[in-house]
């Protein structure tokens, strides 16, 4: 049994402790926001803030991340009114939406930090398979 809190709300998981802890937000916490794409810590899908950093949630196991605070999509901004998330509905960046969860995480959590437009597409390495890096780009240049 581990206790997550998760976007400020504790959860008790009874789960084996190397579980992924994307498999546990998904299929036990029911967060389904964050996705799988490698499962290597590669493509950047899965990023999920923990203790205000950066990770993917694809190879921190459950174990790991209960001593942390962990931030999904979902808790970002439970109206969408994020910054970032208000620009990529402007500019309609997503096309799958497959990667943009882990996408809107690291440019949130960059545009935290003061940095706008192109300095917070600098620190996006994500892999978009659809190719909509230049309304990412686009969006980027309006925070």
Known sequence: MYHLVVNGIGYDVDVDGATPLLWTLRDV???TG???GCGIQRCASCTIWMNG???QS?????????Q????TIEGLSP???NPVQKAWVDHQVPQCGFCQPGVIMVAAKAASHGLSGADIA???HNICVCGTYQR??????DL
Do not use: F, H, P, W
């Open 122 to 124: 600098d620190q996006i």
């Open 79 to 81: 109206d969408s009114s």
């Open 34 to 36: 964050t996705k799988y």
């Open 136 to 141: 990412m780009r686009e969006a980027l240049n």
């Open 58 to 66: 694809c190879v921190v196991s459950t174990a790991q991340a209960a």
């Open 29 to 31: 916490i029911g967060l």
């Open 68 to 71: 942390y605070s962990i931030v």
């Open 53 to 55: 950093g950066l990770s």
